[in-house]
């Protein structure tokens, strides 16, 4: 589908998200944001995935938290 033909009126059911790392979220909020109900599962107790247990990132070096 192209982004012509799919409008926010016409949007309809939910998306299930499996994994609440970076790239999960980012795209659960994507998808939140164009309209979608959306589910983020993550089998772990907090989200974050691997970004939540470093200290710094890179190349900018600013604290993950």
């Known amino acids: 589908m192209t982004e012509k033909s799919v409008s926010k009126n016409n949007l309809a059911g939910a998306v299930m998200v499996l994994g609440g790392g970076i790239a999960g979220m980012q795209s659960a909020i994507d998808l939140a944001n164009s309209g979608y109900y959306v589910y983020l599962v ?3 107790h907090a989200i974050g995935g691997m970004m939540a247990q470093l200290d710094k990132t890179f190349p900018t070096n ?3 938290m």
């Open 62 to 64: 600013d604290c993950t």
């Open 42 to 44: 993550e089998r772990s």
